[in-house]
């Protein structure tokens, strides 16, 4: 297709216009850009990395952030308010209740993900509260064994 002009103060007025609505589009589309933030999801490891505790790695996640566990049995109440995955690194990791009259864990945050894991002891094992879009996956829920002296 050829665009036809009347007169060359025409053509150059058209020319002159495309111009700066291409400069504007680029500029516009690099602002947005720039705006966009990239963002990837930070992992904390506990057991291995410097959490020794799960609770300690939820409270310096951000939302959208994983944690590994390491194997081992940790004993903790854990409680999560913020849109986080907790997975097992490798093996299946044992949370014992620290309190036998609280929840293992309690989710109190949106989308929430818990895998891989082995929860035992406490009132419930995973309690989920007034929140939406979260899942357990893979886990093991166990009642905790008393052993009585002889």
Not at 44 to 63: D, L, P
């Amino acid at each position: 297709m050829k665009l036809q002009f009347n007169s060359a103060r025409e053509s150059y007025a058209v020319r002159k216009d495309l111009r700066v609505w291409m400069l504007a589009s680029i500029l516009l589309f690099s602002l947005f850009a720039g705006l966009v933030p990239h963002v990837s999801a930070t992992e904390f490891n506990v057991g291995t990395g410097q959490y020794k505790t799960i609770q300690q790695a939820v409270n310096a996640a951000e939302s959208g952030d994983i944690i590994r566990v390491a194997p081992g049995t940790y004993t903790e109440n854990v409680v999560v308010n913020k849109s986080l995955t907790i997975i097992a690194a490798s093996g299946r990791p044992t949370i014992r209740a620290a309190t036998s009259r609280q929840d293992v864990i309690t989710v109190a945050g949106p989308g929430v993900r818990i895998e891989g894991l082995t929860i035992t002891g406490g009132a419930n094992g995973v309690h989920i509260s007034n929140t939406s879009k979260c899942s357990i996956v893979n886990v093991v829920a166990r009642s905790e064994e008393r052993r009585v002296g002889k």
